[in-house]
């Protein structure tokens, strides 16, 4: 489909292209983790796409056009698709609903959950269908301010219902999905002290913090509202909520302790915001130098409930203060990588009066008011710098040009040049805050930022989102002592091996695989060489650290094969929609595929 990048799709063209993207994402996706098993129907001839015909209950037959790489993924020709029943006309395959309709019985979805599952479809396509309206070109996403690039991008490059948003209505998704392109107010509300608990890094307090995000007239304004509602505003704690939050949670679960003064709206914020991918985390575009804030939102995306963890929001602080002390003291991370840690420098949590004392609600109940203060992108960039999301490196538009290649273009250095600079940016400081410092964060396409030059050339990565993403060792090392004991209980321990495996969930197989098949396309960078490259960083980390080679060797990242990442089939069992605290794991991996980091592909896949 081909269509003016400055224009404004129609409704109807925005569905169906919506609809299109989804199904043969579906289709490599499923395929990928075994879900679908599709027959081979021409040869197959290294590097090339060849014709593949999926059978399904019902004589009905999809055809599509794939090739075959990396981790067992699939990647599907666009509009290749096309769907016959019976003896009918086949015809191109654009609506993923009918495709899980048809494939209902293979992937084991019946009854409620084949309702729940059609229903959180159709909201993920509606939402692209949103995005494609105003389409953008990948010249021009490439060069977005940071907190504007969300709204244009496709969401989470393996789950397929990665935009269902369970609990948005229309107009919901009008005033706070991304892809709206709406700014967001939040509301603030006071609330009983002896239900809240504030934590913060050394160099704050809650009143610097609340001096630096609300003006001096609106802090007036909101201490006043405190006294007319009859209460001490030294007795409450002020909290930032998501507007959605503050009308389908607090209106409800809080009725009780509005009408009792417990809890007093305050207000909108006069600043202006911008939600990211995950909804609940806001940037804010009136004032870029404060906070980004993360706040609870209780929709159901993906395979978790989006509140915010007690535990999260007061452990934070703590985590950011002992990772940013280990990062100053090494001269590897702090000077040579500068590999920057965007912390969350402030938290606070409230417990429902209630819920809260049910320790056997489901995780959700205890996580619906709550904040959490992040350190912004934009006090990290000095003049003619750029940071850009890696989920937005994927980003491929109309015409099917990519951010990535973009990227490349303007830096005038070969796709191999460009690829070995972010490898080593990007891998190297994480294996070392891995193997000497025994931390393991979940580097995925939102938390990791890529930082370039004017000219798009590489220059030094940042990580966010601690609190929730950051495992130890099941050993104790030296580093440990400093980090605070109740946020040291909080995190949890791994052995190396597993520690090692969000790598190859969120970095690996969730996104340079896909890096190696746009490149491949765009570029004519060989899949093999691409992989070398990978390998090439990760092997000289070894060989340059000889006394971590016990616990590099520990984490097996050479290992001949990997367990294989099912993230669909966790999500379409519905099983995991609860399992909200750090001690519920998703099941997440079925089998195992051979491993591109071990060595070549004799087949030239990689």
């Not at 509301?187 to 809240?196: D, H, P, S």
């Not at 949670?249 to 809890?263: C, M, P, Q, R, S």
Request: hydrophobic share 40%.
């Amino acid at each position: 489909m081909t269509y003016n990048p400055d224009d404004r799709l129609d409704p109807a063209s925005a569905w169906r292209e919506a609809g299109s993207l989804i199904t043969h994402k579906a289709l490599g996706e499923f395929s990928a983790e075994g879900l679908f098993e599709p027959d081979p129907v021409t040869d197959e001839r290294p590097g090339e796409y060849r014709d593949w015909r999926l059978a399904l209950p019902g004589d009905v037959v999809y055809r599509f056009r794939a090739r075959r790489g990396a981790f067992d993924a699939w990647t599907v020709a666009p509009g290749s698709a096309t769907r016959q029943a019976g003896a009918g006309e086949s015809v191109p395959a654009t609506d993923p609903r009918i495709l899980l309709a048809d494939a209902r019985g293979v992937l084991g979805l019946t009854g409620s959950r084949l309702a729940d599952v059609l229903a959180e479809l159709t909201a993920t396509v509606a939402n692209e269908a949103d995005r494609l309206q105003q389409p953008i070109t990948a010249a021009k996403l490439a060069a977005l301010d940071y907190n504007l690039a969300d709204g244009h991008l496709t969401g989470h490059p393996r789950l397929v219902l990665n935009k269902g948003r369970v609990g948005f209505s229309a107009s919901d998704r009008e005033r706070y999905a991304p892809e709206s392109g709406a700014d967001v107010l939040l509301r603030w509300f006071a609330v009983r002290r002896e239900l809240a608990e504030f934590r913060c890094v050394e160099e704050l307090s809650e009143q610097v913090l609340l001096a630096g995000e609300l003006d001096a007239e609106q802090r007036a304004e909101f201490a006043a509202r405190v006294a007319e509602a009859g209460g001490d505003p030294a007795d409450y704690q002020w909290v930032p909520v998501h507007p959605w939050q503050a009308d389908e949670i607090l209106g409800t679960l809080y009725a009780a302790e509005l009408a009792t003064g417990v809890l007093i709206d305050l207000g909108q914020s006069r600043d202006h915001y911008r939600p990211h991918q995950t909804v609940r985390t806001l940037a804010n575009v009136s004032r870029p130098g404060r906070h980004d804030v993360k706040t609870a939102v209780s929709v159901r995306n993906r395979q978790v409930y989006r509140g915010l963890p007690p535990a999260a929001a007061l452990a934070g602080p703590a985590i950011t203060s002992w990772l940013t002390r280990v990062s100053a003291a090494d001269p590897l991370l702090s000077k040579e990588y500068r590999f920057e840690l965007l912390g969350e420098v402030a938290g606070v949590s409230v417990r429902h009066p209630l819920f809260g004392a049910l320790g056997e609600l489901p995780g959700r109940f205890h996580e619906t008011l709550g904040a959490l203060w992040r350190e912004p992108i934009a006090t990290r960039l000095a003049e003619g710098e750029q940071a850009l999301s890696f989920a937005a490196l994927l980003y491929l538009d109309a015409e099917g040009d990519a951010v990535l290649t973009e990227l490349i273009a303007r830096s005038g250095q070969t796709a191999e040049q460009w690829c070995a600079r972010v490898f080593d940016l990007l891998l190297a400081p994480l294996l070392h805050w891995l193997l000497r410092y025994g931390v393991g964060f979940c580097p995925h396409g939102q938390n990791l930022i890529l930082i370039v030059d004017d000219h798009g050339r590489p220059l030094r990565v940042a990580i966010k989102d601690f609190a929730q993403s950051v495992d130890l060792l099941d050993e104790e090392l030296e580093c440990y002592a400093s980090l605070d004991p109740e946020a040291a209980g909080d995190l949890p321990r791994r052995p190396a091996r597993q520690l090692a495996r969000s790598l190859f969930v969120s970095v690996f197989s969730g996104q340079l695989r896909f890096w190696a098949e746009i490149l491949f396309d765009d570029l004519e960078l060989p899949r093999p060489r691409f992989w070398e490259l990978v390998r090439e960083v990760v092997t000289r980390f070894r060989a340059e650290n000889p006394e971590l080679a016990t616990r590099f060797d520990a984490c097996e990242l050479l290992a001949e094969t990997v367990e294989r990442v099912t993230l669909n089939r966790e999500h379409l069992a519905g099983k995991g929609f609860d399992k909200t605290e750090r001690s519920g794991e998703l099941d997440l991996g079925r089998g195992r595929v051979p491993n591109p980091l071990h060595g070549p592909d004799p087949a030239g896949a990689w």
